[in-house]
């Protein structure tokens, strides 16, 4: 069981970690004006 919850964040430690933190911080820093990454 531990295996398998760890397994998701083994396969993509980078992902989850640059896609969901990375989208909620840049959009509270600065506005999709400021971040044409963002759009």
């Given at each position: 069981m531990v295996?398998?919850?760890?397994?998701?964040?083994?396969?993509?430690?980078?992902d989850l970690q640059a896609v969901p933190p990375a989208a909620a911080s840049r959009d509270s820093i600065a506005p999709d004006t400021s971040n044409p990454r963002t759009r």
């Open positions: 295996m398998t919850a760890v397994a998701p964040f083994v396969v993509a430690p980078g």
